[in-house]
């Protein structure tokens, strides 16, 4: 079975602190993603990477930076919190695809307050 | 870029046919998907179509017109398991080094009621 684990399901943090995220798949993935879901505003992809130690820019990188140093394991990092952070974090992973992302499979989620 | 439209809720009732469209506007077009999401948890893939037409899988389809920049999922025999928000979603090539991200429309909330 397909599987992606992000170590937090919960966390609470206090402004200005440094914020780890941690997603690790097991399938092999070349692609990994991370999103963030935001009541009325949806999934918005914050930064993607599509091999080791590549990634790129979503739509709102702002605040956030990424670490992808094995093929199995994505980090998401706020170098220092903010309460406009406090949201859902998704991270995703899925098999390199011709001009496509391919099917993306998601974690359980990680549910960040920030206050 | 990409901009992608659905309704933002929908209410049927079960046994019912309830369709949720989704328009979209791409720079370059590479396939829909739609997925699915329960509340409180994370999204599951349900379709994804790449030519013109109807694609169905059990309860489920997906159609496609890609001339009209248009889908939806038709779900029949609705079950209260079905109340979930049903997301569109449209690849597009990142201007960054040219690899591909998923965009989601906003979600549609739909609620199976008895």
């Not at chain 1, 397909?2 to 937090?8: A, D, E, G, L």
């Not at chain 1, 990994?32 to 790129?56: A, H, T």
């Not at chain 2, 720079?27 to 790449?50: K, R």
Request: charged letters at 20%; proline letters at 3%.
């Amino acid at each position: 079975d397909v599987k992606v684990t992000q170590s937090s399901r919960y966390l609470v943090k206090r402004t200005g602190e440094k914020v780890f995220l941690e997603c690790v798949q097991d399938m092999d993935h070349e692609n990994m993603f991370w999103y963030r879901q935001d009541p009325g505003l949806g999934l918005r992809l914050i930064y993607f990477s599509y091999d080791v130690k590549m990634k790129e820019k979503g739509d709102i990188p702002e605040g956030y930076s990424v670490s992808r140093e094995k093929k199995e394991r994505f980090s998401l990092i706020l170098e220092s919190a903010s309460t406009n952070q406090t949201s859902m974090y998704l991270c995703a992973s899925s098999v390199r695809a011709y001009k496509n992302t391919g099917e993306l499979f998601f974690g359980e989620g990680s549910r960040l307050t920030v206050l | 870029g990409q901009n992608i439209d659905q309704p933002t809720e929908m209410t049927a009732t079960e046994g019912a046919i309830v369709q949720i469209n989704c328009t979209y506007q791409t720079s370059g077009f590479n396939g829909l998907f739609w997925y699915q999401q329960h509340a409180g948890e994370a999204p599951t893939f349900l379709s994804y179509n790449v030519l013109d037409g109807l694609e169905e899988k059990g309860r489920f389809s997906s159609f496609l017109s890609r001339s009209k920049g248009y889908s939806y999922l038709l779900l029949k025999e609705l079950q209260m398991k079905d109340s979930a928000s049903y997301l569109c979603a449209a690849p597009s090539r990142n201007s960054g080094a040219g690899s591909y991200q998923l965009t989601f429309g906003k979600g549609t909330k739909l609620s199976v009621i008895p």
